[in-house]
């Protein structure tokens, strides 16, 4: 990366479905940007963040071996602020009735000929079409002007609305197609919505407990039967998948209600001094290139497009189950229970349809394997793959203070355990 300087390269977030379950992004300068940036986080959202022991005097230091690509001096960072609800204006748009301002066209014009006496003509000229002289004039009486506004262009404005209006049927049709404006996200309130062209559905939501929970609870679909066989009929889904993607559309529907909810303020982080700044700061890596790596990937994880598998990757391993889910076997090769995060790609659907990442693990570790699990609760397969990669040190496990890195660990797992423990039917066969 350091060699192509393609850590520079935009990003696209993954944050929704839309009604046609097409995935809606968020665009980022660059991926490093999506993982330390503040924008609508609390500082225990920020995906990639590192405690550190604060200084005990000037001479102090407090981490070694880190380094940084710098592109320019600005300072981007921004400490999270609440964001308040937005109100939306009820105020009506005056609706413009072109029949009717052409019928008052029309009119005025006709008014203005009959307000001449009955004697009273008008002089129509046709001239030269080179010399543009007069060669022919002729004398239109007041009658002869009217007759000329009623079928004149008022008729021919008049013919091309009707053509542009829909029928009345074709109007009734819209309004049944057209979503509902408001959703009320109290938790009792039963929601309409549409899934695309597909059909519509209700859906209750508390966005309070939605929200504390990370989707775990608050959320309740209705499944229409003709809804779920139409997705099933247009997409080759079976019926849980079908679910999954109605799921998924209306929580992408219902985010921008969700992101406008109040989020705490952080307290804000004292900026190190400018004196304290040290040589790691201007380091330059020395990275080694990576193509030949990039190119065997690819064609390593082409089989990814040809089946059924929702998450591969290069470890991961099974439950053991006779540990009492508190370990994981790495068995090779083959369908596994969980793929770590040292490298993994997913499929944005299947992902989605799990929820992604929990928010609340604020700390890498663990977190994959809670994500797995996640991924074959919802009958998603996971694949772990032989590929041309080696593992060096790992900064965010070595580089990290030990007691916060262990009691985060130790809560991302207690949670695994409450949720899943027990619940065998999940794993794949054991082998």
């Known amino acids: 990366l350091a060699n192509n300087k393609k850590f520079a390269a935009s990003y696209s977030e993954i944050i929704g479905l839309d009604e046609n379950g097409d995935p809606i992004t968020k665009k980022w300068d660059n991926y490093q940007t999506y993982l330390l940036s503040g924008e609508g986080r609390t500082a225990d959202e920020i995906p990639l963040t590192t405690k550190m022991r604060p200084k005990k005097n000037a001479e102090d230091i407090n981490r070694n071996n880190i380094y940084f690509t710098l592109t320019d001096t600005a300072d981007n960072y921004v400490i999270p602020q609440t964001i308040e609800k937005k109100v939306t204006s009820t105020a009506k748009v005056p609706v413009v009735d072109k029949k009717a301002d052409i019928e008052k066209r029309r009119q005025e014009a006709i008014n203005q000929a009959t307000t001449q006496n009955s004697h009273w003509s008008t002089p129509l000229i046709t001239t030269d079409k080179n010399s543009k002289t007069p060669i022919k004039i002729t004398w239109w009486s007041k009658e002869d002007m009217i007759n000329d506004i009623n079928s004149g262009k008022y008729d021919a404005e008049l013919s091309e609305l009707t053509k542009q ?203 994959d394997i809670e994500f797995s699990l996640r991924v074959r609760q919802g009958y998603g397969r996971l694949l772990q793959m032989e590929l041309p990669l080696e593992q060096a040190r790992h900064h965010g496990y070595y580089d990290t203070e030990p007691e916060y890195r262990d009691a985060q660990s130790k809560k991302t797992y207690d949670r695994i355990l409450d949720r899943f423990r027990g619940k065998n039917e999940i794993l794949v066969p054991r082998r």
């Open 165 to 367: 209006q829909p029928s009345t049927q074709a109007q009734a049709a819209l309004a049944q197609q057209a979503p509902a404006a408001v959703f009320v996200l109290d938790g009792t309130t039963n929601n309409t919505i549409s899934i695309g062209t597909f059909g519509t559905t209700t859906f209750k939501l508390n966005a309070e407990e939605y929200i504390k929970t990370n989707g775990e609870k608050g959320f309740t679909p209705t499944f229409d039967g003709a809804l779920v066989q139409a997705l099933m009929d247009a997409k080759g889904y079976d019926s849980e998948k079908a679910q999954q993607v109605i799921g998924a559309s209306i929580i992408a529907k219902v985010q921008p209600l969700l992101d406008a909810i109040a989020i705490p303020v952080e307290p804000a982080i004292d900026p190190i001094p400018q004196t304290e700044q040290d040589e790691w700061n201007t380091a330059v890596p020395n990275a080694p290139d990576d193509t030949a790596y990039r190119i065997k990937l690819v064609d390593e994880v082409a089989q990814f497009e040809k089946e059924n598998w929702s998450v591969i990757g290069w470890h991961g391993g099974l439950i053991n189950i006779e540990d009492e889910w508190r370990s994981v076997t790495d068995v090779g090769p083959g369908e596994v229970d969980v793929i770590f995060s040292y490298y993994m790609a997913m499929k944005v659907e299947d992902a989605l349809g799990a929820t992604g990442f929990n928010i609340r693990a604020a700390y890498y570790r663990n977190a």
